[in-house]
Structures are given as structure tokens and as C-alpha cells.
């Protein structure tokens, strides 16, 4: 497998180590040399003063000292007087030298006894010349010289009397003692810098290393968000289908071995970011994460495909009951209630299965496949996992071409149109109102059921923009009613949680000129129970407006008493599914006849559909249900069919009549204003 790999700058950060190591040996060494240097710097200036010192009192204490420097004999006077001077201080030995250099004197140390120089036919000695030039002392520190201190220094000092040079002093001044005691300070001081120095450097060791450490774990990470989801910590799709490819191209795997690639769809992930927060879907992610983490094995290559979309690929010698067994434990431990952020969110996942045991498919053959199968299994909900067929292939491209087609036709809405189903008042006989159907009226294909485009729409996100212009279209043609008619519209659970829905109902009533109490918005059971406070909320904003509100498909779904009573229903409808069955089963019966209390206890109204016999009529009738719709009353016609002055006696026998004459026919018959079909669906239109 394939890793994105940031370039590592450790040789640079090894020469910068080595650098830093050889500056601080050329910092230490160079503070060495300086604490050497003061030093030496320190005892010339102090031999100065001293030489000095004792220069000026010799010279001002002798008698006729110019003597000395013109080469004269010395009185006994200046004689005891120099014997005594030669022990004042560090002083170990004194030269005098006359304006040309020339050595006239020196002290016993040296020759035992005070004579003259016996040559003073050399030039002079050059340092006692400069001296004399500059007219001021030149010294030097020397050390190590034989038959002398340890350290001492040489101070040549220029002599004047009367304001006039006459010779210059050389005064040795023994520095051994005090250079020690200054040696040990700037030892001591070495010492410091240099442990300053390699705290310093280490200091900077540890700073370097540091980034160094920073550095490459920013580089694992940077290899690591390459190649994985951050949110679960699984593979990315690049880095899985670069597995998957190399597991299908494996030449060492045997073709008894099986490829297994599983894909699951984590079910409703865009309404819970529409209905939470995308924070809430992301911990979702997390925890579906979490828990296929406990159901995988070490084998087992796992990926977060797309944003609501895990992938799991197991190679090895696995049977079909194996795959069938994990593909259960998948669908058992992720089909469940999540608890997240106390909210308790229903969720699952469908599964699609690719399983083979021979090298067949490629890589993006096990992918298209494996989608294929996903597809099939979020159409038949009851399925918990679905394998893939070679006979899934054209459904599925059937699929895509309808979905292609239903893009298209977004674009100018030309080809849809709202029909509308009666709605009969049961005890008074009269016509209630009309329910609102899309329709798409393909230019090819002809007519398409709601059953095949509205999931797709559902999928897609279409379902809103579609959703409103229904509503709009719904508006428009019911304000040409005569009142008190009242049109109801199908709102899906993605097109009520739009932020703007309210607001789009408001700009439809507005628009069209509609009494907002001739309009009756159904929702089905599940919008309600993802995000009670939202939509109790919404739902008093519509009854605000004076908007009526239904309850569709009653019973269907996750109906819960504990909230039923909250919401502001004026119609619960009863699901088609009940009504086809109430005459037949007792179970049934007591079902619709407790639901229709039920709207009786709540102050609601109730709405049988899907009524198609007179026998299903006069069980409705005996229990008081108020409203009934269905095929015995009018299929549903476009607007231009539709008529007001029918009654449901009317229609009724209109209907019965036309089951009559058309009996195992599969004819349109139109009657009056009415278009009925004699078909033998039982589903709501």
C-alpha cells in the first residue's frame, strides 16, 4: 500500500547539531584565549603602576640622579640608598638606560655589585629607545624565563627632571603571586562561561530535538490524515481502493481464497445533520466507528468510503455461511437506538456484498458491484444484507437512467403535474376537499409512478425543490375553488426540516392568495420523533398562520403516545394498509376502530384511506370515522378534470357503477368530470 511521505530534513538537522557543537568549541576556546588575554592585560597594567611608583620615588630620591644616566661615578649616599631599593615591594631588579639606550646601570641581582656598563659601543637597547619616544611606559608580561619568577613583567619607564627626559628606568616586578590569584578568578570565571556555555548548548540540543521529535510526529500525522479518516481512524477510499487493488491483483493468492468486500450505508445521515447538527452526524460517525472496531477481526481491511459510507474487505479462506454470519452480527449491532449528546437517534446501515473465490473482478468491477447490491438493499427494506447478482446490473442502470431523467426534468418541471384525489365528509356525504399527487408525465416513457422517482427524489435531495413547487402549484390552482374546499399537500420529512419551510409556506399563501385555513399540510410519523421541540415548534408556527395539520399514514411508523397529545393535529389519517384489511381481520378492526377513538380523545378528525368497498365504507361509518378517501370515491385527475358538486353518494355509485361495466377490464372510463381507472392496485396513487 502506498503512503504519502513528507521528506525528512534529518541530515540537515544533524549538520545543524554538528555546527552548533563546533561553534561552542570555537566559543569556549576563544573564551579561553580572552580570559588568558585579560589576564596578561590586567598584569601589565598593575606592573605598570607599580614600576612607576617605584620609578618616579627612585628617581626623585636620588641625588644628581642624571649622574647615573651620564655615566658617572656613584656617591656612597646614592650607592646605600639603590642597595635598599632593590627589596621595596615585588621589585627584583632595575636597569638604567641613558637617552640613547645604553644599559648605564643595573642592580646586583643581576651582576653582584653596581659598576658601570663595560659596553657602550652597541646601538642601544630599542625597547628603552621607544620608551623614550612615545615618552611614556612600555610593559611587558613574561613567563617560564630561567633563573627568573614564574611570571613577572618588564616596565620600561621614561625618567624627567626639570621637565626634560634624562633616561629610562627598566623596573622587574615579580607578578608570580598575584598572576596565580588572577589565574584562579579567571579560571573560575572560564569555568562559568563554559558551563553557561554547554547549559546553553544542550539547552539548544534539547530545542532542536524537540522540533526534531515535533517535526517527525507532524509528518507521521500529516501520512496519517493522507491515508485515514480522522474521525474514525480507518482507511481513507485512496488508500482502500489502492488495498483492494492489490488484493485483486495478489499473484500468491491462492483462487480457493475468497475476497469478500462488504458496503455498508449508514441509514439517514443527512437528516440528522439537517434535524441535529453536522456535530451530532459526526459523532455518529464516531460511535458507528467505535462499534465495528469490536466486529472486525485483525485481517480485516476497513475503510469510511464517503462521508455516510463504511467498507470492510476480508480476504482469506471464508465460506458464504461465514460471510452471511458476520454480515448479520454487522446489521444486528449497528440497527439500533444511539445514544449521543442526550439524543436518542434511530439508526442502522444497509449492506451490500461482493463474495467471490475466484480472480474475476477487478478492483472497480468489486466496487460498482458492491454499490449495485447496496442499492438493492435500501430498496427492500426488510432485507438486512443483499448480494450481489449479475441480474442487478440492468436494474441498477435502470435506476441511474431514471434518476439522469428526473435531473432533466428538475430543470423546467414541464413534464410534472399535480392530480388530485376527493376527499368525501362520510356522515354529511359532502366533498371535504382534494389531495395533492405529483405526477411525471415522461415525453418517452409516458406516465411514472410516484413509487419509482419519489425515493430517488428522496435520495438525491430533489425532494425539496420538487416538495415546493408542489406546494406552490397546490396554492395556486385551490384559490379557483370554491370555498370552503380545502387542498391538502404532502410535505416529505426532508422538506419539512428545511430551515426555510415555514417560510416557503408563507411565500406560497402569499403568492397564490390562498386562505391559509383551505390548506392542510400531512406529515408522516417520523418527522416528528428525530426532533420533538423543533418540530412541535414549527408546527404551532403553522397553526398560527391557519394552516391545517394531518397526520399521514397513521400507524406506520414510530407513533408514541407519550408525544402524540403535544402536537397540534386538526387530522389523523388512517394508513391505506389498515383499511384493505378491516374486513377481514378482527386484529385490524380493533386497530382502526382505536385509532378512530383515539382522534375522537385528541379532539382530531380522522381519515380512512384507500376505502374501496361499500363493505369497508359501512364499517368506517359504524365506527364514526369522519372523512374517508380512495378509489371508490375518485381516482386522481388533473385539475382541469376536477368537479365540486359531486356527493359521495354520487361518486360512490358512479364508481360502482363503472366496476360494473368495466370488470376485468383494464380500461380508463371517464365519467362526468372524473377520470377513473378499473384497476386492480390497492396502493395509494
Excluded at 438493492?376 to 427494506?381: E, G, L, M, W
Excluded at 410519523?525 to 399514514?553: P, T, W
Excluded at 376502530?593 to 378528525?605: D, F, K, N
Aim: with cysteine; glycine share 6%.
Amino acid at each position: 500500500m502506498g503512503w504519502v511521505v513528507v521528506r525528512s530534513s534529518k541530515r540537515e538537522d544533524s549538520l545543524l547539531l554538528t555546527g552548533l557543537a563546533g561553534a561552542c568549541v570555537i566559543l569556549l576556546v576563544l573564551a579561553l584565549y580572552m580570559t588568558r588575554q585579560n589576564s596578561d592585560n590586567l598584569l601589565r597594567k598593575e606592573a605598570e603602576i607599580t614600576a612607576v611608583g617605584w620609578a618616579d620615588y627612585l628617581g626623585g630620591s636620588l641625588k644628581n640622579v642624571e649622574d647615573i644616566f651620564e655615566g658617572r661615578e656613584l656617591g656612597l649616599e646614592n650607592r646605600w640608598f639603590l642597595k635598599h631599593m632593590e627589596n621595596v615591594g615585588d621589585i627584583f631588579l632595575y636597569k638604567f638606560f641613558d637617552l640613547d639606550g645604553v644599559l648605564q646601570l643595573t642592580s646586583s641581582k643581576l651582576e653582584g655589585a653596581y659598576a658601570k656598563s663595560a659596553d657602550k659601543s652597541h646601538n642601544g637597547n630599542e625597547t628603552a629607545k621607544t620608551a623614550l619616544l612615545k615618552g611614556e611606559p612600555s610593559t611587558f608580561v613574561k613567563m617560564g624565563t630561567p633563573n627568573r619568577p614564574n611570571v613577572y613583567s618588564e616596565s620600561y619607564v621614561p625618567i624627567t627632571k626639570n621637565g626634560r627626559l634624562i633616561g629610562v628606568i627598566e623596573v622587574y616586578v615579580d607578578q608570580t603571586a598575584r598572576a596565580a590569584l588572577i589565574q584562579k578568578s579567571f579560571t573560575k570565571l572560564a569555568l562559568a562561561i563554559a558551563t553557561l556555555m554547554a547549559l546553553g548548548f544542550w539547552l539548544a540540543v534539547a530545542i532542536i530535538v524537540g522540533k526534531m521529535r515535533q517535526k517527525k510526529r507532524a509528518e507521521e500525522h500529516v501520512n496519517f490524515l493522507a491515508n485515514h479518516d480522522p474521525l474514525t481512524g480507518f482507511l481513507n477510499r485512496a488508500s482502500f481502493n489502492e488495498a483492494l487493488f492489490e488484493a485483486t491483483n495478489d499473484p500468491q493468492r491462492s483462487s480457493a481464497q475468497s475476497l469478500a468486500l462488504l458496503s455498508l450505508d449508514l441509514k439517514g445521515l443527512r437528516d440528522i445533520n439537517d434535524t441535529y447538527s453536522i456535530k451530532i452526524g459526526d459523532q455518529l460517525i464516531k460511535e458507528v466507528g467505535a462499534r465495528l472496531k469490536t466486529l472486525i477481526s485483525d485481517s480485516d481491511i476497513v475503510c469510511r468510503f464517503a462521508g455516510d459510507e463504511f467498507a470492510i474487505l476480508r480476504i482469506g479462506d471464508h465460506a458464504r455461511p461465514e460471510i452471511d454470519a458476520f454480515a448479520d452480527l454487522l446489521a444486528n449491532a449497528l440497527n439500533t437506538v444511539y445514544e449521543i449528546s442526550d439524543n436518542q437517534i434511530v439508526s442502522g446501515v444497509h449492506i451490500g456484498i461482493v463474495f467471490t473465490t475466484a480472480n474475476e473482478l477487478s478492483s472497480k468491477e468489486f466496487i460498482n458491484c458492491v454499490e449495485t447490491a447496496k442499492i438493492r438493499a435500501k430498496a427492500n427494506s426488510h432485507l438486512q444484507y443483499c448480494y450481489f447478482e449479475r441480474s442487478m446490473a440492468a436494474e441498477i442502470q435502470v435506476r441511474k437512467t431514471l434518476e439522469s431523467n428526473l435531473r432533466r426534468a428538475m430543470t423546467d418541471k414541464q413534464q410534472f403535474q399535480v392530480f388530485y384525489q376527493p376527499q368525501f365528509a362520510l356522515d354529511a356525504g359532502k366533498l371535504r376537499g382534494y389531495e395533492s399527487l405529483i405526477r411525471w408525465n415522461h415525453p418517452e416513457k409516458g406516465l411514472i409512478s410516484p413509487a419509482d422517482f419519489i425515493p430517488i427524489a428522496e435520495d438525491t435531495g430533489l425532494i425539496c425543490e420538487l416538495g415546493d413547487w408542489v406546494l406552490n402549484q397546490a396554492c395556486q390552482q385551490a384559490v379557483s375553488w370554491p370555498a370552503p374546499f380545502i387542498v391538502a399537500v404532502n410535505v416529505s420529512p426532508v422538506q419539512f426540516r428545511q430551515d426555510n419551510f415555514l417560510a416557503n409556506v408563507v411565500e406560497a399563501l402569499e403568492r397564490s392568495g390562498l386562505n391559509p385555513t383551505r390548506l392542510e399540510i400531512e406529515i408522516t410519523e417520523s418527522v416528528l420523533f428525530k426532533n420533538a421541540a423543533q418540530a412541535i415548534a414549527l408546527l404551532h408556527d403553522l397553526k398560527a398562520l391557519g394552516v391545517r395539520i394531518a397526520m399521514d399514514d397513521f400507524g406506520t411508523g414510530f407513533s408514541s403516545l407519550t408525544h402524540l397529545w403535544q402536537f397540534p393535529f386538526d387530522n389523523i389519517k388512517i394508513d391505506k394498509s389498515f383499511i384493505q384489511n378491516v374486513c377481514s381481520n378482527s386484529k385490524v378492526q380493533k386497530i382502526v376502530s382505536s385509532i378512530i377513538e383515539l382522534g375522537y380523545a385528541l379532539g382530531t378528525m380522522t381519515t380512512a384511506e384507500g376505502v374501496e368497498t361499500l363493505e369497508q365504507e359501512t364499517f368506517l361509518r359504524g365506527l364514526n370515522c369522519e372523512i374517508v378517501q380512495g378509489f371508490r370515491y375518485g381516482r386522481p385527475v388533473p385539475p382541469e378534470q376536477l368537479t365540486f358538486e359531486h356527493s359521495l353518494a354520487i361518486a360512490a355509485g358512479s364508481l360502482k357503477d363503472i366496476a360494473r361495466q368495466g370488470q376485468n377490464s383494464d380500461l380508463t372510463i371517464h365519467v362526468s368530470t372524473m377520470d377513473v381507472t378499473a384497476a386492480c392496485s390497492t396502493g395509494k396513487a
